[in-house]
C-alpha cells in the first residue's frame, strides 16, 4: 500500500499549462510503474499516461499525445504529469496511482493499485 500525496492542478484558460505532480511518501517510485488517470463528470475513469519501472516507453492515451509529458524526477519519489495546450475536454479529476499495468499501448490499475487524492483540473474562458 502507497500513500501517495498529489499536488498541482486548478483553473486554467484553454492553450494554458499545468503540471501535476504525484509523490510516494517514504518510497521511491523507481522499481513501479506509475500512471496518471481522469475521471471527468458523468464519464467514466480513463488511463492518460503511464511510465514503466526502470525506462521503456511511456504510453499516452491518444488524445493527450504530442501534449502531455510524464516524467520522473531525480529522488525518484515523484511522477509529475506536464500538460500543454489544454482543452476544454482534459477537464476532470486526475488521479495517479501505483502500481499498475503500463505497457507502449495500454495502461490499467487492478485491485492492488493505491490511488492519490485526485486533483481537480479544469481548462475554461
Known amino acids: 500500500q502507497f500513500h501517495l500525496v498529489q499536488s498541482g492542478g486548478g483553473l486554467v484558460q484553454p492553450g494554458e499549462s499545468l503540471t501535476l505532480s504525484c509523490e510516494a511518501s517514504g518510497y521511491t517510485l523507481q522499481r513501479h510503474n506509475v500512471g496518471w488517470f481522469r475521471q471527468a463528470p458523468g464519464k467514466e475513469r480513463e488511463g492518460v499516461a503511464c511510465i514503466p519501472n526502470y525506462g521503456g516507453t511511456s504510453y499516452y492515451h491518444d488524445s493527450v499525445k504530442g501534449r502531455f509529458t510524464i516524467s520522473r524526477d531525480k529522488t525518484l519519489k515523484t511522477v509529475s504529469l506536464q500538460m500543454d495546450d489544454l482543452k476544454a475536454d482534459d477537464t476532470a479529476v486526475y488521479y495517479c496511482?501505483?502500481?499498475?499495468?503500463?505497457?507502449?499501448?495500454?495502461?490499467?490499475?487492478?485491485?492492488?493499485?493505491?490511488w492519490g487524492q485526485g486533483s481537480q483540473v479544469t481548462v475554461s474562458l
Open positions: 496511482a501505483v502500481p499498475i499495468r503500463c505497457n507502449d499501448d495500454s495502461i490499467a490499475a487492478d485491485r492492488f493499485s493505491s
